[in-house]
């Protein structure tokens, strides 16, 4: 049984479409761990939720959580459908980082970071982590945020249960690229960005 294949299927279900296999959530994304096996059986015969309990456990980006029952299970962020995932908002540190795709920098340098069919900008506390995401969509680069000028300035962040940042959008004057091979940010006014 392929558990990355499964694990996407869930995330699909319980990030943006849980209509496609007749799955409801609640206000707060949760979605009953029964339902979830009976309909996944449909498309996976074998599944069961001891296989659920795995790849929640076995997740490495520790996308879902189960409730203290462990009878409902949710996605813990990435959601295009409007859930409250009663996320509390939080003081984050000085920097920030987004990783992205060199080919969406030109957009990005215009119109900021938006949160588009998502609910949140998502962002990392370290470089590292920045340059796997940005690797999801081509060439990546790294941009490093000014959080603490946006907190003065009044924007909200919160933290999920597996620990990515997130804010509703990020404006460009709070963008900088972030120089990985010299380990510092180039500060940039987006009218001096060209590609």
């Known amino acids: 049984m392929d ?27 949760w979605a009953g761990i029964d339902e979830m096996v009976t309909n996944l059986k449909t498309k996976y015969p074998h599944f069961s939720k001891e296989i659920l309990f795995e790849i929640v ?3 490495k980006k520790q996308r879902y959580s189960l409730n203290e029952n ?22 984050p540190p000085d920097i920030l980082y987004h990783g992205t795709a060199i080919k969406f920098l030109d957009s990005i340098m215009q119109q900021g970071l938006l949160s588009k069919n998502r609910l949140y900008v998502h962002l990392s506390k370290d470089v590292d982590t920045a340059i796997q995401v940005g690797q999801r969509h081509g060439k990546p680069v790294v941009l490093s945020i000014d959080c603490k000028s946006m907190i003065d300035q009044g924007y909200v962040f919160y933290l999920s249960e597996n620990g990515v940042w997130l804010t509703k959008n990020v404006p460009v004057q709070f ?21």
Request: charged share 30%.
């Open 3 to 29: 558990k990355v294949k499964i694990s996407k299927t869930m995330s699909l279900i319980l990030r943006h479409h849980p209509e496609k296999y007749n799955i409801h959530l609640d206000k707060h994304g």
């Open 175 to 195: 963008i900088n690229i972030f120089d990985v091979n010299k380990n510092q940010t180039i500060r940039i006014e987006s009218s001096d960005f060209f590609i």
């Open 57 to 59: 456990k076995e997740d």
């Open 70 to 91: 462990k009878d409902k299970i949710r996605a813990n962020q990435g959601h295009s459908i409007s859930v409250d995932v009663e996320l509390k908002s939080m003081i």
